[in-house]
């Protein structure tokens, strides 16, 4: 052992070993301080990962729920639209119908009318012509003297008729 001491290797060892002995605790300190900060540091980048996933997740269902609440609405005007465009699609048929109607009675009206005014005009050629046939007549048959006569009579005879 003597020999063991008076080796330079030996003291050269027992020196690094204290080296180390003595910079081992501040250091393995230093270490584990830095890898408690980084775990520390992980676990709350994981607790703020959770977080956020769950609010990805509830703003998810939000999105949803909108979405599916969205839809109804959009079904439910999809089919007010078509409830309202078979309405109107009945009423112009009816309208359409009544305007038919009218358009045919017009059509009618002016049919009767023509009619009549054909049947009045037929009429008043017929009074026109028998009384130029009589007219004609008369002044074959009457003379200019007797003519007279029975243009006065007959105006004697307004007279008293339109008092």
Known sequence: M??????PAFWVAVAF????GAAFRP???MVLGGL????RKIAGELDEARRL???????LASYERRQREAEREAEGLVAAAREEAARL???AAEDLEREVA????????RIAQAEADAVREVRAAAADLALRATRKLLDD?????EQARLIDDAIAETGKRLR
């Open 2 to 7: 003597n020999r063991l001491v008076e080796d």
């Open 17 to 20: 070993v204290l080296a180390v």
């Open 27 to 29: 250091l393995s300190k």
């Open 36 to 39: 408690d900060a980084r775990g």
């Open 53 to 59: 996933r769950e609010e990805a997740q509830e703003l």
């Open 89 to 91: 699609a009945a009423r």
């Open 102 to 109: 009218r358009r045919r009675q017009a059509a009618l009206d």
């Open 141 to 145: 048959k009457i003379g200019e003297a």
